[in-house]
């Protein structure tokens, strides 16, 4: 298993920027997948972006309510992985999750494809 531990969740002021890490530990493979959730009180988990790999190339994909404005990113030598929140809106306000796993096509954008996740961290954006 990977394991995953974030970082940078807080407060922020609509029109702000936050910065999330999520660093990864323990087996890692030529072809793989990280990505982030977020998931409201009352609401479903959702799909806010991934980023996969392989030995060729990379590929990243973001929710249609966060393309844009969000960026997915890793850093290869620190196993860390990033998701940078530009011009935040309240409606980002959920925990969001990191998560890793062998996914692959559409299931990339859904929570199941995933079989490791990190704790989560608050994400609170006030107007």
């Known amino acids: 298993q990977v394991q995953l531990v974030e970082s940078g969740g807080g407060l922020v002021q609509a029109g702000g920027s936050l910065r999330l890490s999520c660093e990864a530990s323990?087996?890692?493979?030529?072809?793989?997948?990280m990505g982030w959730f977020r998931q409201a009180p009352g609401k479903e988990r959702e799909f806010v972006a991934y980023?996969?790999?392989?030995?060729?190339?990379?590929?990243?994909a973001y929710a249609d309510s966060v393309k844009g404005r969000f960026t997915i990113s890793r850093d290869n030598a620190k196993n860390t992985m990033y998701l940078q929140m530009n011009s935040m809106k309240t409606e980002d306000t959920a925990v969001y999750y990191c998560?890793?796993?062998?996914?692959?096509?559409?299931?990339?954008?859904?929570?199941?494809?995933?079989?490791?996740w990190g704790q989560g961290t608050q994400v609170t954006v006030s107007s």
């Open positions: 980023i996969s790999w392989n030995l060729k190339s990379s590929s990243t």
């Open positions: 998560a890793a796993g062998a996914a692959y096509g559409s299931s990339r954008e859904k929570p199941f494809a995933y079989g490791d």
């Open positions: 323990g087996r890692t493979f030529s072809s793989y997948t």
